[in-house]
């Protein structure tokens, strides 16, 4: 079916999506909301438009992007979300942070979401293979990439050394991340500290007690506190304290912290591009089941590598997908 007949058939049936709206307009438009800055997001909304002239929209004939962004104030997320339900988007793309909002402004305009480690206990979806409802998304397994975060931090420091694990209480998935550390800690042999963290006055108390610990090495856990809002207070603190740490998020890394190891935000970006084409091509989210992850990078920061007096194994520069320098 071609795009035009596509658009007037949805326009002449009284869908559950809002189209109607645009069933005379030449070009189908999709929000798109992250909560950090448009700066920051610039590689992701490329690689979603990738995604989307892939599968054979072009950006300005087929479909026009409404991009909003929280600039790390979770407080606009609601009005963001609402003003792109008034301007009667086809499909909304948000980060897993912005969810919450966009569920409160609408339960009928599709939406994919993009990251977060288990929508499921989340609530965002009733199931990973038939989400239901009007959500589907891009999931990102955060806490399932702690192991290996520990294991190249292991490979880093010597083994009489403690390795403090920083951990958000409040982030939906802390226990699972929790289990998994000390798990993977218990493997490798090594002791682990870990400390909590959800709030600024507890990020103070939690630097006062690493302070005091001194431990070997740092891995900042994930959710959004840890891994967005504060990620360049953690890398500045651990360069006053010359602590080897490992981030979620390759922003942290380019903000100058040490390595990053986490799923491919682009690559998610690309394959949420992929599903709202689907879903403009007719299919419901309901059915669309959550994707997860396949590409995983490793980014490190060798100038910062160099200040910390400390020499990557050769073996782990060989994995690395980026070599900040």
Request: proline share 5%; charged share 20%; aromatic share 6%.
């Amino acid at each position: 079916m071609r795009r035009r007949e596509f658009i007037i058939l949805l326009g002449g049936t009284g869908v559950a999506w809002p189209l109607t709206a645009r069933a005379q307009q030449s070009a189908i438009v999709v929000g798109f909301i992250r909560t950090t800055s448009a700066a920051a997001s610039t590689p992701l909304v490329a690689a979603f438009r990738k995604g989307l002239a892939e599968a054979g929209f072009a950006e300005g004939k087929d479909v026009v992007i409404e991009l909003r962004f929280a600039d790390d104030d979770f407080d606009r997320l609601p009005a963001l979300a609402s003003d792109l339900v008034r301007r009667g988007v086809a499909v909304i793309v948000g980060n897993n942070f912005a969810v919450p909002a966009i569920r409160a402004a609408t339960t009928t305009i599709p939406v994919v979401f993009v990251g977060g480690d288990d929508p499921v206990r989340s609530g965002i979806v009733t199931s990973l293979n038939k989400p239901g409802g009007n959500i589907t998304g891009i999931t990102s397994l955060s806490y399932a990439l702690t192991t290996k975060r520990l294991q190249l931090l292991h490979e880093l420091v010597p083994k009489s050394a403690a390795i403090a694990v920083l951990l958000d209480p409040r982030a939906a998935d802390f226990a699972p991340e929790e289990r998994e550390a000390k798990e993977a800690a218990r493997a490798l042999g090594r002791d682990i500290l870990v400390i909590q963290a959800g709030t600024v006055p507890d990020l103070e108390a939690a630097f006062a007690a690493i302070s005091r610990a001194r431990p070997g090495a740092l891995l900042v856990g994930a959710g959004a506190f840890l891994s967005r809002s504060q990620h360049r207070q953690l890398v500045a603190f651990a360069a006053r304290q010359a602590l080897i740490t490992i981030y979620l998020l390759r922003e942290a890394v380019a903000a100058g912290g040490l390595m990053s190891y986490g799923t491919s935000q682009p690559d998610t970006y690309r394959q949420a591009g992929l599903y709202v084409a689907r879903i403009l091509k007719g299919e419901k989210p309901a059915d669309l089941p959550v994707v997860q992850p396949t590409k995983f990078e490793l980014v490190i920061n060798l100038k910062t590598a160099k200040t910390l007096g400390l020499a990557i194994p050769s073996g782990i520069l060989a994995i690395a997908d980026e070599v900040i320098e």
